[in-house]
């Protein structure tokens, strides 16, 4: 149980970093260009919501299989 842990751990660490390299670099989101729009929203604006609920939701996968994290211990 503890390697399948650490294995998902380190699958969220590579999420989170290729999520912000290429959420919040020039790499997707040119400079200057806001076209097209949708609800009047640009969607480099899009983007960036659907890559903080990502990253919400790797934040509590990741604190929930921390390899740090043992569930299964009684408090003393």
Known sequence: MKKRSVTY???????????VI???TPLIIPKGIYKPMLFG??????LDFLVTVILVVLTY???RV?????TN???Q
């Not at 929203?41 to 899009?46: F, K, Q, V």
């Not at 921390?66 to 043992?70: L, V």
Request: with cysteine; hydrophobic share 45%; charged share 15%.
């Open 41 to 46: 929203i640009p969607y480099t604006l899009w």
């Open 22 to 24: 290429l959420g919040y």
């Open 73 to 75: 211990e009684e408090d």
């Open 66 to 70: 921390h390899p740090g994290t043992d």
């Open 61 to 63: 996968i990741g604190a």
């Open 9 to 19: 751990w380190r699958i969220c660490i590579v999420t989170v970093l290729v999520l």
